[in-house]
């Protein structure tokens, strides 16, 4: 197996899908603009700066679904898809894409963004593995998003941890994948970056570019 692995906010995507996500709850109706900005940046500053507390911001993040129920965010979301999220996917992430499925490469898609917010974007974008945030699930009949996390978050060094068990599954480790290669653009992403034979600085950070140019890593810009 030769793997390719993907980050998908500022690297497959020009945007962040999470922070696009609350942006059109708020244009909705369903959040508060001022208080909702309000709180949204502070976690954004605590996502640059490496110290998010990834538990709290999902319980933040799905608050809007929570409260509506998943008839109502399953059909915001299809509208969500239709105008936000296909007008940004631009020819240069897919050609990418297409490039390693030509190659034979088993394409997944590695992000700290939650599996309501992406898995539409995953089929979008034609890639059918997704390794996300997983939300816990109520054990009453409506079966809906509690807030918490199940597992471990694929956020940092999570991430490893959620491809070895993906690996796992298919009978697979680290050392039966003949070559692996991870595409991202933030220093969040570092552990997984240096996990794998290939790291691709996509659409870097300032600090990722600084660090890819100075360990002689491939810089991608596909959105210049």
């Not at 409260?67 to 299809?78: I, R, T």
């Not at 974008?125 to 978050?153: F, K, S, Y």
């Not at 050392?175 to 691709?200: C, I, Q």
Request: glycine share 6%.
């Amino acid at each position: 197996m030769r793997l390719a692995l993907f980050d998908l906010d500022h690297t497959l995507l020009p945007l962040d899908s999470d922070h696009a996500w609350g942006q059109y709850t708020v244009r909705i109706g369903w959040r508060d603009a001022e208080v909702f900005a309000a709180r949204n940046d502070g976690f954004y500053q605590q996502y640059k700066a490496g110290s998010l507390d990834i538990h709290e911001y999902i319980r933040f993040a799905t608050e809007a679904i929570r409260e509506h129920g998943q008839a109502a965010a399953d059909a915001a979301h299809q509208a969500f898809m239709d105008e936000v999220i296909r007008p940004a996917i631009r020819p240069a992430a897919l050609d990418l894409l297409k490039k390693h499925q030509d190659a034979g490469d088993q394409i997944v898609i590695v992000t700290a963004t939650n599996e309501f917010v992406t898995r539409p974007i995953a089929t979008a974008l034609g890639v059918d593995e997704l390794i996300a945030i997983r939300l816990e699930r109520g054990p009453d009949a409506a079966n809906w998003v509690t807030g918490n996390i199940e597992g471990t978050p694929s956020f940092r060094e999570g991430k490893i941890v959620r491809v070895e068990q993906w690996l796992a599954a298919r009978g697979l480790d680290w050392p039966a994948v003949a070559r692996s290669t991870f595409y991202s653009d933030s220093m969040n992403d570092l552990a997984l970056l240096e996990r794998v034979d290939e790291p691709v600085a996509t659409n870097p950070d300032e600090r990722l570019r600084a660090l890819a140019q100075a360990r002689g890593w491939t810089i991608r810009d596909l959105f210049a």
